[in-house]
């Protein structure tokens, strides 16, 4: 079997789907492995590296003959003209946002899995690229907003005086806001943290930071299925608002990290609220993407409103190339290796995994949440 790793095309994306470590152990299964000239530049890593772990280097046609092609994002169907029939696509594929490649992969027979759609059941932990992707986002977001405030976050006593410590909010408090909450606790800041999920008020305490929840309000188990938040009801959202306004008043840094699965991210700080912020605070909005948790961020800007810098890079775990490679690649491999097929020499998926991340096959689109 051969697989093919693609260059990232996309703005920005400074990733790469297959690092030396898993060339070698795809190569221990089996497979031949096709690296395309240059894929690893962004995250540090040469052809000479893939070259000596095993990997041809390719400049042009790369998926030729590939029966899987290795992406971060979706590639490009027109780079895989030349690919085996029925070939897997696995990459991060944005169904909703990119529509139009998921048709194009199944008008033109390509088998594309869809790693973002990995269920979250103990024994798919280790293929999670949401998981490992979101940690790091939210440690490095923190650094950033850091190092866009005008103040340090530990509190300073000098000689020439005492600098007080940096209060900051995490709103969100799933992969990446647990990590945000480690990482502004480990710098010195006095940390305070909200979600919709009850469950998450024990965690935010056990990191060392203080809980800020909406209390005796009607619909406020926002815990649904697999363990993702819900939508809120009217009335918890207003308390809500309210509760946020009273306290993000008195923050300096606020990390938002909010999402909803399948839907648009709430909105949960309004313009009029971040003007009762002291200016040069910064805010960090991780949903950006998703159409944000902040009243005027953009994609890929520092906006400021109000004398508050709102920062929106819409691929945050890119600005860790090296180490979001590494993690991403390890999703993928252990992903295939998971369901290697030693007599057939190419992996065979299950039907809940199958099922859960397979976006086309046979010329169809065929996966249920893209169907009508
Ligand atoms: P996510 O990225 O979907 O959302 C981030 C956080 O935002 C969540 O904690 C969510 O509850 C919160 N949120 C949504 N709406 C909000 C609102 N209006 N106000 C405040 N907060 C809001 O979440 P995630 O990081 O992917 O994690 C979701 C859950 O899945 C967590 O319980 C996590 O521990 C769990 N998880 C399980 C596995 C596994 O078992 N394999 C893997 C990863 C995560």
Redesign the pocket.
Known sequence: ITIAVLAERAMGESRVAATPETVRKLAGLGARLVVESGAGKGAGISDEDYHAAGAVIASADVAAGAQIVLGVQGPDPALLASAASGAWVVASLDPFGQRGRVDAYAAAGLEALAMEF?????R??SM?I??SQ?NLAGYKAVLVAANLYGRAFPMMMTAAGTVSAAKVFV????????QAIATARRLGAQVSA????S??KEQIQSLGAKPIFVENVAGIE??GA???????SPEY?KA?AELVSSHIAKQDIVIT?????GRA??R?ITDAQIATMRPGSVIYDL?VAQGG?VEGSLPDQVVERHGVKIVGYANTPALLPADASALFSRNLFNFLSAFWDKEQGRPVLDEEIGNAIRLTQGGQVVHERLKG
């Not at 990995?118 to 103990?122: A, E, F, K, S, V």
């Not at 697999?226 to 809120?232: D, F, H, L, R």
């Not at 990290?257 to 699965?261: E, G, R, S």
């Open positions: 990995m269920p979250r059941i103990t798919a932990q999670d949401l998981s979101a709103m969100g408090v799933g992969v990446a806001g647990l909200t979600d919709v999920r469950a998450t926002g815990e697999g363990g993702y938040a819900t939508e809120m959202q809500q990290t909010a999402l909803i699965p991210a709430p949960l949903a948790n």
